[in-house]
């Protein structure tokens, strides 16, 4: 098949040709493109200090891709932004991540996760994960 190469070409493509956006919209709400993960959390009551057991621990879906992201140019804001979707998703199902949860499921270091944290949170930001309570 034919393939547009050059990722600019392809998104005004895509973006700017009414018909073209249209027909990529439906094709969107026929065929979900949003990638997901299942990932075992602590529970967000779960206690400190000693390993969990299987009862603290809760058992989320994670939504590491969505059709939006692709809208988002910059790849340091398209991740922070995924970083807030992950951080929701955890929270409404009574999951806290670790930073380390969080940089697996986005492929970076814990390093580029703290970064992310503190600049989201200065930010206004409120960031719930397994030791940061409020940030």
Known sequence: GLAIADPAMRRNFFERVPLNRAILAAHDALVPTLRRMTVALARRDAPFGRALTEAERVTIQWT????????????TVRRRH?????????EAQNAAPTDDDLARALGVSRYTILRDMAALAQSGHLLRTRRRKTT
Do not use: G, N, T, Y
């Open 64 to 75: 590491l891709h969505a059709p939006e992201d692709d809208a988002i140019r910059s790849k």
């Open 82 to 90: 995924r970083l807030r979707r992950l951080l929701a998703e955890a």
